[in-house]
């Protein structure tokens, strides 16, 4: 597999090409896969938690009332909301569509699974955004440092992905850790390993694609 170093120069060379933006700009890795038979189903929907933070955490929302909810909103959680708030979204499909996809993560009370799946499920599954369980008496400011820290990689039916590494105001070796990161976790997911990897591209967001020097045969 590619290393951190050679992450890192590509990385480097992504940000020093790109002129200079008046927004702060992602570092994206694209990832092109080979050797497998996407007509059989194959499909990847992984969390994976990142060694460095991002600049911009990702955005957790927690699904929980009483105790939990209390403790969730003293941790900061982007969003709290309630089984009588999730019960209010089921007659409004548009508001609930808009309340699902202003989250990337989210984290639930054991006790509220089955309103959320019955609520929301058919809104929440094709966006591989399911709730993770999150058990009583569970310490939620560690599960939302977790999931604050991670990004969700998802493929169905393609021979490509792309997820954030991180943002330009990183430094290069913390993307690249990152980057590597990433690609560790993809790698144990595909059928063939790194033999399943066709090429690996790095850009900002609106860059120019960097591409690996020696493509992965």
């Known amino acids: 597999m590619i290393n951190e170093s050679e ?10 090409v790109d002129k200079e933006r008046k ?35 990702t955005t957790v929302c927690i699904m929980a009332g009483g105790d939990m909810g209390l403790k969730a909103k ?3 959680a982007d969003r709290v909301i309630s089984g009588d708030e999730i019960n209010a979204l089921a007659a ?6 808009k309340f699902i996809n202003n989250y990337d ?3 639930a009370d054991t006790q509220l ?29 560690s599960f939302l440092d977790r999931f604050r820290s ?9 021979l490509s992905l792309s997820c954030k590494v991180g943002d330009e105001s990183m430094d290069d070796a913390d993307l ?10 993809i790698e144990k997911k595909l059928p063939n390993g790194e033999r399943n990897i066709r090429k690996i591209v790095i850009k900002t967001s609106m860059g120019k694609p960097i591409k690996q020097a020696q493509q992965m045969k």
């Open 7 to 16: 992450l890192a120069k590509m990385i480097k060379e992504a940000k020093t």
């Open 23 to 57: 927004f702060r700009q992602s570092v994206e890795m694209y990832v092109i896969l080979k050797d497998i038979d996407v007509k059989k189903g194959f499909a990847m929907n992984e969390t994976i938690q990142l060694p460095k933070k991002l600049s911009s955490p």
């Open 74 to 76: 003293s941790a900061n």
């Open 92 to 97: 409004n499909k548009r508001e609930a569509r």
């Open 105 to 107: 993560f989210f984290l």
């Open 113 to 141: 699974m089955t309103t959320v799946g019955k609520v929301l499920g058919q809104l929440l599954g094709p966006r591989g955004k399911m709730p993770v369980p999150v058990p009583f008496n569970a310490p939620i400011e």
């Open 150 to 158: 991670s990004i969700r990689v998802k493929v169905k039916n393609s």
């Open 176 to 185: 690249a850790a990152n980057a590597h990161a990433i690609l560790s976790a």
